[in-house]
């Protein structure tokens, strides 16, 4: 596996483990936003993708959110086949509130955390 996999890897469990622990406290806004950041970043990794949006299922199932449970499941059938083909919406959360196939701007703190990683050596 490549460098910019292993760091791209690194950074979304990085911020998995964020999202669990604020969900662990009950921030389940932050825990979404945290969720938001790492599916951004996951993005172009099938593998790292689809983990994103189990834990975005599982925070939905722990809130009792129906509509999120719901767009979940459907995303999880769709990361890893749009992240192997490159046809994912760059910058899109993730969330069910937001079409799956609406790319958005990717914020600067985002943005930063990707040109970092794809230049670090």
């Known amino acids: 596996m490549n460098v910019a996999k292993t760091r791209n890897r690194q950074v979304v ?8 622990v604020a969900s662990g406290r ?3 806004s932050n825990a979404w936003a945290l969720l938001a950041k790492a ?7 099938a593998w790292s993708h689809t983990l994103v949006h ?7 199932l722990r809130t009792r959110n129906f ?10 059938v ?9 046809k994912y919406p760059k910058g899109n959360p993730g969330t069910s ?10 914020s600067s703190e985002v ?10 050596k």
Request: proline fraction near 6%.
């Open 13 to 20: 469990e990085s911020f998995l483990t964020e999202a669990n």
């Open 26 to 28: 009950g921030d389940f």
């Open 39 to 45: 599916h951004v970043i996951s993005q172009p990794l």
């Open 54 to 60: 189990w834990q975005m299922l599982s925070l939905a």
């Open 67 to 76: 509509s999120e449970i719901t767009g979940q499941i459907f995303r999880l």
């Open 78 to 86: 769709v990361a890893a086949p749009g992240s192997i083909l490159k």
């Open 97 to 106: 509130d937001i079409s799956a196939f609406q790319p958005m701007p990717i």
């Open 111 to 120: 943005q930063s955390i990707i040109d970092r990683m794809n230049t670090t």
